[in-house]
């Protein structure tokens, strides 16, 4: 725990204009970003005693080990900054929404020739309009069966559309006259694509032009006695009204608006949206946050603005957003809001009428998902908690292990040997610090050693980064031989590090893997390494817990690994899959855990998580060898080039019965290219015969 008088900045150092402040703990994580109208007053406030300050923001002092701001010019560039750093560094002590990417939109592929009417989920793509959301992907279905009668819109994949194409016969829905069969040229595509534009405009809610067009319609049909057209267009028309029945009239005057609800209590809050277009609500989401911070309601409803509109632009922002606080001060976040939908935006608590009236409902709705969520997780914080404390009182550690990094080696029958890393915060995984290893020291069976290597490469990373970010500095050099310094110093560890990376391989993309499952856009550690500016880091911050997968010959792997390298913070232990037992390193017996042990149960599922994630990268990596084709032996081969050379000859059994003038003639392909890929597929012909896969004959080439 850090004393705050030990960064606090000297007054006359901060300034007394509108900027962005970063604190940031001892291993230069930034842990909170906050702006302020003037930093001088704002920052001053954090530094008061002690008692003075609110729980949370007595914690989050008292974990930062410095602060750093930015000067900007006005309020508006401060929350623009502010929302940039928060998606940036994530930190752990500002409100985070909990985002609802699983939410189903109803999407328009506007973006191709044809465009698709289809359920998408997660980030939103550039070409694509979005209606929604929905609470459920049936919801979108039943709506786009209504309307595909009046809009037959493409929506099949890409797939089935190219095969219809290459047949000349439309699918099932082309024959019942719900798709305008654009893959066999029944329309062209400008005409499907202004079915397109009709569709989105009708779920835009500009549905009454289309309603009186095809009531005049069907009157002209009925006074030139076609009945049947009229039918079918009385037909279209009850098709429309039952689409827009689904989501019914709340404002009268046709409003276009979003409106934000919170209910809240002292640790959490829940937020509503209800988006309202055409007066009619066309979708809705809801997000919960721990108040990891002293907020008001005024902070959270910027917060969920900026959440809510942050990756939006143009009319994907509404003219009216009515919220129930404005926040303070609420001038900059209106100029915000409109500099990003490039008109004015209305940002207001409606105070009377059928706006406040549809705002309580949208209350009630958060108060329903409030308590909803607290009935779900009561339980699971106490029990994580509970597992926690179980699992530091039985192997005696000073304190609950908050972060718990666990390791596992997978292969087949000493092949395609691979390891995984798996990453559980606060008893929770943290799936976008997984990583993933190739082992490559050594060829065969032998997990032990396996498990050293991995081991022993992750805390070298660890260490070259505390190197690089200055926290371990190398011993003077006196030219003096000095005594080794003790294990687990910083020194000690420094040049462990240094040792052991002199005559190692460096964690390039090839030998350490990092992986994030469904990343997002959003997502902090995708992207790789970053630099010592606060941005999270590979291998950047240790573990209180070490699991291995295994018994005493993997703990003991693992030990020696981090004692190899002078580090001597980080407990061991490993999971023995036969009886569930728990091994510490140098333990003649394990620790046996009572069945019913919530700790069990966590190591159980972090081991599980490391098993499956190891063995879903060793399989992706056996079925990619599976794949691969006599070209990919090529050096100097490209993907691009690959493709060329199959479309050009249609199979790899063309191009190796073609001469080198013959491959030359195909674009991007040299002489020089095309002789070794003669001479790679020549070898591989001798090497590799063909085999009829129906009767097991080996089949003679020269018959």
Request: hydrophobic share 35%.
């Amino acid at each position: 725990m850090a004393d705050p008088s030990s960064y606090r900045p000297e007054q006359g150092q901060i300034p007394t204009s509108p900027g962005v402040y970063r604190f940031r703990d001892a291993h230069d994580r930034v842990i909170y970003v906050g702006k302020a109208k003037s930093l001088r007053p704002r920052l001053s406030s954090y530094f008061q005693d002690l008692s003075g300050l609110h729980p949370r923001t007595r914690t989050m002092v008292t974990t930062a080990a410095s602060v750093d701001w930015t000067v900007v010019s006005t309020e508006v560039e401060a929350l623009q900054l502010e929302y940039s750093w928060i998606k940036e560094f994530d930190p752990r002590f500002n409100v985070k929404y909990r985002d609802d990417k699983s939410y189903p939109f109803l999407a328009v592929t506007m973006n191709e020739e044809f465009p698709r009417v289809q359920v998408m989920r997660g980030s939103k793509r550039k070409g694509v309009r979005y209606f929604g959301p929905y609470g459920h992907a049936w919801a979108i279905r039943e709506t786009v069966d209504l309307l595909l009668r009046v809009f037959p819109v493409r929506t099949c994949s890409a797939g089935v559309f190219k095969r219809s194409a290459q047949i000349g016969r439309p699918c099932l829905l082309g024959y019942i006259g719900k798709c305008a069969a654009p893959c066999v040229g029944r329309v062209s595509p400008q005409e499907h694509r202004q079915l397109a534009e009709d569709f989105c405009d009708f779920m835009a809610g500009r549905t009454g032009a289309y309603l009186r067009r095809l009531e005049e319609q069907m009157q002209e049909a009925a006074e030139e006695l076609e009945y049947e057209r009229a039918g079918r267009l009385r037909d279209d028309m009850g098709a429309l009204r039952r689409a827009m029945e689904k989501n019914a009239v709340v404002l009268t005057d046709a409003t276009d608006a979003d409106l934000i609800a919170l209910a809240e209590d002292e640790l959490e809050a829940a937020v509503q949206i209800f988006h309202v277009r055409g007066g009619r609500v066309r979708g809705r989401r809801g997000w919960v946050t721990d108040k990891v911070e002293a907020v008001s309601t005024a902070d959270l409803v910027e917060h969920a603005l900026q959440q809510l509109y942050g990756e939006e632009r143009g009319d994907a922002i509404p003219k009216e957003v009515l919220v129930p606080a404005l926040p303070e001060p609420a001038r900059p976040v209106g100029e915000w809001l409109g500099g990003l939908r490039g008109s004015q935006v209305d940002l207001r608590v409606p105070q009377r009428g059928d706006k406040r009236s549809l705002m309580e409902t949208v209350h009630r709705n958060a108060q329903q998902a409030l308590a909803l969520h607290k009935t779900k997780r009561a339980s699971d914080l106490t029990t994580r908690s509970q597992a926690l404390e179980e699992i530091a009182e039985a192997l005696d550690l000073d304190s609950a292990p908050l972060r718990i990094e666990c390791f596992d080696v997978s292969h087949l029958q000493g092949d395609d040997v691979v390891a995984s890393m798996v990453v559980f915060e606060d008893g929770l995984p943290r799936k976008s610090e997984y990583r993933r290893f190739q082992i490559k020291s050594f060829e065969g069976q032998d997990d032990v050693r396996a498990m050293n290597e991995v081991v022993g490469r992750r805390f070298r990373r660890y260490l070259r980064e505390k190197q690089r970010s200055g926290e371990w500095v190398e011993p003077a050099d006196t030219g003096e031989e000095s005594a080794d310094p003790a294990p687990g110093s910083g020194a000690a560890a420094a040049t462990a590090a240094g040792r052991a990376g002199a005559g190692s391989e460096a964690l390039s993309p090839e030998t350490a893997v990092p992986v994030a499952e469904s990343p997002g856009p959003d997502d902090p550690v995708a992207g790789g390494p970053r630099e010592d500016d606060g941005r999270p880091k590979r291998f950047a911050y240790p573990p209180q817990l070490l699991v291995v997968d295994g018994g005493r010959p993997q703990v003991a792997a693992a030990q020696a690994a981090l004692t190899e390298l002078g580090i001597d913070d980080v407990a061991v232990c490993g999971l023995a899959k036969r009886l569930e037992e728990v091994w510490l390193p140098g333990e003649t017996d394990p620790v046996v855990l009572p069945r019913t042990s919530e700790g069990l149960y966590l190591l159980q599922r972090i081991r599980d998580e490391a098993h499956r994630f190891a063995i879903r990268y060793q399989r992706s990596k056996r079925a990619g060898a599976l794949r691969a084709g006599p070209l990919d032996a090529v050096a100097g081969l490209g993907q691009t080039r690959k493709q060329a050379l199959i479309k050009h000859f249609g199979s790899v059994k063309r191009l190796r019965a073609a001469t080198i003038e013959e491959i030359c003639e195909v674009p991007g392909i040299g002489r020089k290219t095309a002789e070794t890929v003669a001479v790679a597929l020549a070898g591989e012909r001798a090497t590799t015969p063909a085999v009829n896969t129906a009767t097991g004959e080996i089949i003679d080439d020269d018959e």
